[in-house]
Nanobody
């Protein structure tokens, strides 16, 4: 059974940091690219960051570039999103996504709230 389980969300003040984790099981994690998306209330889900299967390539949305870092540990079948200098507009539900060709899997999401 394929599972992606996100964790690490929570409440943080502007300027604070959070580290999200996404632990995978049920598929060959090391052969999938991993991505993080987020969805704010009333808005569409948007792509945040991505990392290749071998962690040699990363990419970021302009809105988070320089503040967020995506990484992965294939031995632990876990992807991470380190989020620094958080802003109120970073709030939302964060989802991890595994993708390889036509195969794609989603986690259930973890809530990030940024408040003053």
């Amino acid at each position: 059974q394929v599972q992606l389980v996100e964790s690490g969300g929570g409440l943080v003040q502007p300027g604070g940091s959070l580290r999200l984790s996404c632990t995978a099981s049920g598929f060959t994690f090391s052969t999938y690219a991993m991505r993080w998306f987020r969805q704010a209330p009333g808005k569409e889900r948007q792509w945040v960051a991505g990392i290749g299967s071998a962690a040699s390539e990363t990419s970021y949305a302009d809105s988070v570039k320089g503040r967020f870092t995506i990484s992965r540990d294939n031995a632990k079948t876990t992807a991470y999103l380190q989020m620094n200098s958080l802003k109120p507009e970073d709030a939302g539900v964060y989802y991890c996504n595994a993708i390889r060709g036509s195969y794609t899997y989603w986690g259930q999401g973890t809530q990030v709230t940024v408040f003053s």
